[in-house]
């Protein structure tokens, strides 16, 4: 089969729609049984088996036309959120941070703790200086999580009724995500980082399914639930000899990237990625004329570097869709996560370099 069908096969309403349920299920770092049972959704509809390790990263196992090597293809599944530090007096909630996030960006929105058992609650994530016509510091205080709270949405006015809510220390909470595309073609939502990529992944799964192809390598889909506090991707299974993590790509300052292109990442905050595959992604890019650019991110880490971090024997890559202000309410472009899908693929099938046939 020729790469340019193949292209001409994806599906902007099926990518689009597994990103939205992808988004809208919360899985903050380290919560995984809503996000794994959407996961497992997917598989079924497309033949897959979803395998997990002890540390509840998912993989989905292909086997390779050359079974002498095997690579990982990860997409992490977690977000950034919060975990409830302690319940105060007044029977509001006090948090500590689960990754970088930017409290500026998320106050006064909507939240939800989940509970050990099964419960889950909405709130109000506000400043503890809430409200201009009551407090002088009200746009001067900080906005950190020690100068915030949770308001349940519920009647408890102190912290024995929220007690008895079933809500405890140690209950993870996420952030309405507020997913919304835009007829021009923009996607704007929290949590881009990295569900559009975890269904860039889906939609090359989907297309090698229907299309009866088995990617060069044996191929992990790696699906980690602990990326953005730097441990996604520090296991990898013993035969893996690669690592392409599949992480946003940065907008805006120095960075080359675009919310219409895939980022090529040759550096993080830990390491220049692999000379030779990171050579390769950009060939493969200009093979098939793919928009994309080469960046470096250096307030950044990914799985594959992790991996690398970890003492791993591989050799790690990164690339992702252009993604404006991460950690916030992010934007990107279907154009963006289209070339994402391009590489990805390229990636996964060709790896000779040599013709267009594979
Ligand atoms: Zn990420």
Redesign the pocket.
Known sequence: MNMTDLFSQIKEERLIGWMEKLINTPSVVGYYPEIHHLLEEFADEYGYEVLYDNRHTAYIYLNGKDETNTVVVGA?LDTIGMVVRSIAENGWLNVRNLGGVNFHSVEGENVYVHTRHNETYSGMLINQSHSVHVFDDARSRERDFAEMAIVLDEDVRTKEQTEALGVRPGDLVSVEPRFVTTDSGYIKSRHI??KA?VAVLFEVLALLAKNNLKPAYNTYFAFPIN??IGMGGRFVPADANEYLAL??GLVGGQQSGDEKKVSICAADRVTPYDWGLTTELFDLAEKYEIGAVMDIFYRYS?DASAAYQADNNLAPACI?MGCMTSHGYERTHKDGVFNTVKLALAYLLDRSMQSKEF
Do not use: A, K, L, M
Request: net charge negative; aromatic share 0%.
């Open positions: 992490h980082d990295d990529n990326e953005e992480d946003i990914s992702g």
